[in-house]
């Protein structure tokens, strides 16, 4: 099955390095019948990854622009993958991307997904070393990202789990952390069913799995949630990046549609 789109691609304007028109024309030469980008939500504790307001406002004018100059050759959806900790957009995205980057320790923000050594610092500073109290805070806020953002997609579930290849620093089969990941799904999927199946951790070799893991896929298909396929890209050579080994693992999770965003709406295409 070969997934002609992706939604989840980063730009400059936030911590992206492929331009949006290289990546738009990567796109074309891939085949694609649509592509949206979804630039971070600006968080004034950590801006560097995020787009503020002037930068949010130029990338809504080129994404808008290079929309119209392609029309012919491919869909181009302009979106936001937006974080709970974030205020409003300063545009009207065509599709939200909910996510959760960070837990609030009271004293700061602390990220999960920028380094192994800070997650380790955090760790070791706030939860006393014990890194599944870590992921328990992490579903917490996770839980709310759908309810908070509004979300169309909710963004890497798991992403707790990105230095933790080979459960280096915890158990993922331990019944802390599957209790806490299983009751976050679970509430989170009342708010949004669209869960996507993300390869950019591969692509970035931190992980060897997309997210989500086998079993939360399993719970989502047994709960009538679906799925959208994203490489989560920041740069134009990740588009799609083993897209055709993730079908594979949603097949053997059970599940026989994909959704994707065609003509304006969201679209069941058979794996």
Avoid at 155 to 161: K, N, S
Avoid at 167 to 188: K, P, Q, S, V
Wanted: charged letters at 25%; proline letters at 3%; aromatic letters at 14%.
């Amino acid at each position: 099955m070969n997934i002609k789109s992706n939604l989840h691609t980063h730009t400059p304007y936030c911590d992206g390095s492929s331009s949006i028109e290289d990546v738009i024309l990567r796109a074309i030469e891939l085949g694609y019948e649509s592509i949206g980008f979804s630039g971070h939500s600006f968080t004034d504790f950590d801006p560097l990854p995020s787009m503020n307001n002037c930068e949010a406002e130029a990338y809504e004018r080129e994404v808008k622009s290079l929309k119209q100059k392609y029309k012919d050759k491919i869909e181009v959806y302009l979106g936001i993958e937006q974080d709970i900790f974030s205020p409003e957009p300063p545009f009207k995205p065509d599709y939200i991307i909910g996510s959760a980057h960070y837990l609030d320790v009271g004293t700061e923000k602390v990220s999960v997904d920028n380094t192994a050594e800070l997650a380790c610092d955090a760790v070791k500073k706030y939860f006393f070393g014990d890194w599944l109290s870590f992921a328990e805070k992490y579903y917490e806020s996770a839980k709310d990202a759908a309810r908070i953002t509004g979300c169309d997609i909710v963004g890497h579930f798991d992403l707790v789990t990105k230095f933790n290849e080979g459960n280096r620093y915890f158990d993922e089969n331990h019944i802390r952390y599957r209790t806490a990941a299983i009751d976050a799904l679970r509430y989170e999927i009342d708010y949004c069913n669209l869960f996507e199946i993300n390869t950019g951790g591969i692509y970035r070799k931190k992980r060897t799995a997309p997210y989500p893991a086998e079993f939360l896929l399993y719970e989502i298909n047994r709960l009538g949630g679906e799925i959208i396929f994203s490489s989560d890209s920041h740069d134009s050579a990740s588009l799609g990046y083993m897209f055709s080994e993730a079908v594979e693992i949603a097949k053997k999770c059970g599940f026989v549609y994909a959704k994707v965003l065609k003509n304006g709406v969201f679209k069941d295409i058979k794996l």
